[in-house]
């Protein structure tokens, strides 16, 4: 069983950064890829940056050159870089994790950005 902790959310103006950081724990060997989520009032579930167990990278294009995700070289805590932030980017974001084809959830944490 795999848990996992988001933290760093909170209220921030537009143009502010934010850091979320995700640290799992329990049974943990290594991921296939490690992502964030985010979910605004009302939409869907959308995907905002994965890296995969190799270190490649992918990024939504509303966040392409303003987030950046990475992760701590023991590969368990992955974090997401949140520059020039916009009130569009506010949302409760979720941290997820995927062994082979099992998918693991955080519970979220809130980012709100004011315009």
């Known amino acids: 069983q795999v848990q996992l902790v988001e933290s760093g959310g909170g209220l921030v103006q537009a143009g502010g950064s934010l850091r979320l950081s995700c640290a799992a724990s329990?049974?943990?060997?290594?991921?296939?890829?490690m992502a964030w989520y985010r979910q605004g009032l009302g939409k869907q579930r959308e995907l905002v940056a994965r890296?995969?167990?190799?270190?490649?990278?992918n990024y939504a294009d509303s966040v392409k050159g303003r987030f950046t995700i990475s992760r701590d070289n023991v590969k368990t805590t992955v974090y997401l870089q949140m520059n020039s932030l916009k009130p569009e980017d506010t949302a409760v974001y979720y941290c997820?994790?995927?062994?082979?084809?099992?998918?693991?959830w955080g519970q979220g944490t809130q980012v709100t950005v004011s315009s």
């Open positions: 329990g049974t943990v060997v290594s991921f296939t890829s």
């Open positions: 890296i995969t167990g190799g270190g490649s990278t």
């Open positions: 997820n994790a995927m062994i082979v084809t099992n998918d693991y």
